[in-house]
């Protein structure tokens, strides 16, 4: 198995910054693609930002230029930078990885992070 433990949630004004973590610990797994989501109150889970293995990303349009993904191997960590937040960025902010492990892929999710942005 692969545990995922995020941390740097908290509650911000708008225009502020927040930076989130995730660590990745288990056995025997190699992290492939690595990213965040986060669900809204009333609203299904959305993608804010991927990472592949080779550094590629991908952001929701909603977040370019705002948000910044970044994954560190040696901590197998993955951060996302948030500046200029805004209300409408509140929401749980989950971490999910793609890790190859007992001969095969498998997603996996953290315990969700709440990031709370005041007007």
């Given at each position: 198995?692969?545990?995922?433990?995020?941390?740097?949630?908290?509650?911000?004004?708008?225009?502020?910054?927040?930076?989130?973590?995730?660590?990745?610990?288990?056995?025997?797994?190699?992290?492939n693609?690595?990213?965040?989501?986060?669900?809204?109150?009333?609203?299904?889970?959305?993608?804010?930002?991927?990472?592949?293995?080779?550094?590629?990303?991908?952001?929701?349009?909603?977040?370019?230029?705002?948000?910044?993904?970044?994954?560190?191997?040696?901590?197998?960590?993955?951060?996302?930078?948030?500046?200029?937040?805004?209300?409408?960025?509140?929401?749980?902010y989950?971490?999910?990885?793609?890790?190859?492990?007992?001969?095969?892929?498998?997603d996996?999710?953290?315990?969700?992070?709440?990031?709370?942005?005041?007007?």
């Open positions: 198995q692969v545990q995922l433990v995020e941390s740097g949630g908290g509650l911000v004004q708008a225009g502020g910054s927040l930076r989130l973590s995730c660590a990745a610990s288990g056995s025997d797994f190699r992290l693609a690595m990213g965040w989501y986060r669900q809204a109150p009333g609203k299904q889970r959305e993608l804010v930002a991927t990472i592949t293995r080779g550094g590629s990303t991908n952001y929701a349009d909603a977040v370019k230029d705002r948000f910044t993904i970044s994954r560190e191997d040696a901590k197998n960590a993955v951060y996302l930078q948030m500046n200029s937040l805004k209300p409408e960025d509140t929401a749980v989950y971490c999910n990885v793609n890790a190859y492990r007992s001969f095969r892929n498998n996996y999710w953290g315990q969700g992070t709440q990031v709370t942005v005041s007007s």
